[in-house]
T-cell receptor, first 111, second 113 residues
Framework: GNSVTQMEGPVTLSEEAFLTINCTYTATGYPSLFWYVQYPGEGLQLLLKATKADDKGSNKGFEATYRKETTSFHLEKGSVQVSDSAVYFCALLGGSEKLVFGKGTKLTVNP | DSGVTQTPKHLITATGQRVTLRCSPRSGDLSVYWYQQSLDQGLQFLIQYYNGEERAKGNILERFSAQQFPDLHSELNLSSLELGDSALYFC????????????FGPGTRLTVL
């Protein structure tokens, strides 16, 4: 079945540091890929998405590129802020319409 | 604000009890999804409804059931509750335009004592 593996945290960075959170997937067909973010005490918010190979999703300075050859969708940000502290989930959507999530990576950014 | 509402925000109950969680999707969205987030299992898909009909089932226990009403709101019923059912339950909705994008509600935190 479909699955998502993302790097386990927690990740702690200083403000303005570069962020990478690795995500790889296993899926049949051509899934859509997503990054969701969960701020403390809140629900899930869609951060960015990509629906086909080589697509780049971007939002709020975050980027991720759908790499079919490496089955990856790594999340990057050039300069993190304290307000980026949250849990980040990589997810895929296959033909079944159900989202399959990774385990989440907790990011803490210190001033 | 995603436009998806869930009530109640918190629920504390005892083992063996039954509870109902409610979800109202974004205006116009026909699909409703339920997910469970627990420390052990992470985020898991439970069930999907589309325009009142069950469309897909995930790792949903037999003690759990759901339905979607004609006004498109949905309810998740959890019965014979166990300690392990304590979790955050999310509802999400999607529409025909952004069919591959699911919008999540704020969740209901269930605590079973």
């Amino acid at each position: 079945g479909n699955s998502v593996t993302q790097m386990e945290g927690p990740v702690t960075l200083s403000e303005e540091a570069f962020l990478t959170i690795n995500c790889t997937y296993t899926a049949t067909g051509y899934p859509s890929l997503f990054w969701y973010v969960q701020y403390p005490g809140e629900g899930l918010q869609l951060l960015l998405k990509a629906t086909k190979a080589d697509d780049k999703g971007s939002n709020k300075g975050f980027e991720a590129t759908y790499r079919k050859e490496t089955t990856s969708f790594h999340l990057e940000k050039g300069s993190v802020q304290v307000s980026d502290s949250a849990v980040y989930f990589c997810a895929l959507l296959g033909g079944s319409e159900k989202l399959v999530f990774g385990k989440g990576t907790k990011l803490t950014v210190n001033p | 604000d995603s436009g998806v509402t869930q009530t109640p925000k918190h629920l504390i109950t005892a083992t063996g009890q039954r509870v109902t969680l409610r979800c109202s999707p974004r205006s116009g969205d026909l699909s409703v999804y339920w997910y469970q987030q627990s420390l052990d299992q992470g985020l898991q898909f439970l069930i999907q409804y589309y325009n009142g009909e069950e469309r897909a089932k995930g790792n949903i226990l037999e003690r759990f059931s759901a339905q979607q009403f004609p006004d498109l709101h949905s309810e998740l019923n959890l019965s014979s509750l166990e300690l392990g059912d304590s979790a955050l339950y999310f509802c999400a909705s999607s529409g025909t335009v952004s069919y591959n994008e699911q919008f999540f509600g704020p969740g209901t935190r269930l605590t079973v004592l």
